[in-house]
């Protein structure tokens, strides 16, 4: 049985049942601590790229990976007609109790609804795609979610400094971008799973490679940047 180890965590906070935060555990032989009440923050708490991001939505917005709703809440602020869409149950349904107005609980790969303005993909967004061999099919499955003159925002990082600093020993079967990680909370675990952080140079070309134009609009403090993504034949057009 698949635990939702984040829809736990985010309904407690949201009952006042906020105790403890959830866990990460990686294959970079990390342990980090996501606190609950940072997946909750308002625009003045969110790193420079998130403003950035959201200040660049227009139109109609899918915001994949939508967690508790925080960028759905601000953009719904702004008077963007918004759908939040996340794979977990309890994510979703605390999106709508905070007052997310359409939140939808699928992956995003399974997703075949409307036509979007703006495809919004933030705290690393990207790695949604889970690996570098995955990454084309996602972009392109992305693609098909735009509406003429339409674009994808997303963030990543590009991690190779940690191989460089800390000395850990580069993949040899793998891009060392991707990341398997694993979710503890009270007692709970989830599953295991991939995790994609890419560098600009490699989203760049992957997304050529699949029609897509690829911009970075902003960069953040630590090896992190913000990309625009658009159909390359919105732009000969």
């Known amino acids: 049985m ?41 625009f003045d708490a969110m790193p420079f790229l998130e403003q950035k991001a959201l200040q660049e939505c227009r139109g109609h917005v899918l915001d994949i990976g939508c967690g508790s709703g925080s960028h759905s809440l601000y953009l719904q602020d702004r008077g963007l007609a918004v759908t939040a869409l996340d794979h977990s149950a309890g994510a979703v349904l605390t999106a709508r109790e905070r007052g997310v107005r359409k939140a939808v609980c699928t992956d995003i790969m399974a997703y075949q609804g409307a036509s979007f303005d703006t495809l919004l993909l933030l705290m690393n967004g990207v790695g949604l795609a889970h690996s570098m061999k995955a990454l084309g099919p996602f972009l392109k499955h992305l693609k098909k979610r735009l509406a003429i003159g339409g674009q994808i925002l997303l963030d990543s990082s590009d991690i190779i400094y940690m191989f460089e600093d800390d000395e850990l020993p580069l993949p040899q079967n793998r891009y060392y971008g991707e990341v398997d990680f694993t979710m503890t909370y009270k007692g709970l675990k989830g599953a295991p799973f991939s995790w994609l952080y890419v560098a600009y140079e490699r989203l760049y070309e992957v997304a050529g490679q699949n029609g897509l134009h690829c911009e970075r609009i902003a960069e953040g403090e630590h090896y992190d940047y913000l990309a625009r993504l658009t159909p390359m034949s919105d732009i000969t057009s």
């Not at 698949?2 to 949201?14: I, K, P, Q, R, S």
């Not at 935060?21 to 294959?27: A, C, K, M, Q």
């Open 2 to 42: 698949n635990v939702d180890v984040l829809g736990e965590a985010l309904t407690d906070y949201l009952k006042g049942n906020y105790t403890e935060d959830i866990h990460t555990f990686s294959s970079l032989d990390q342990e980090d601590v996501l606190p609950l009440p940072y997946l909750f923050r308002t």
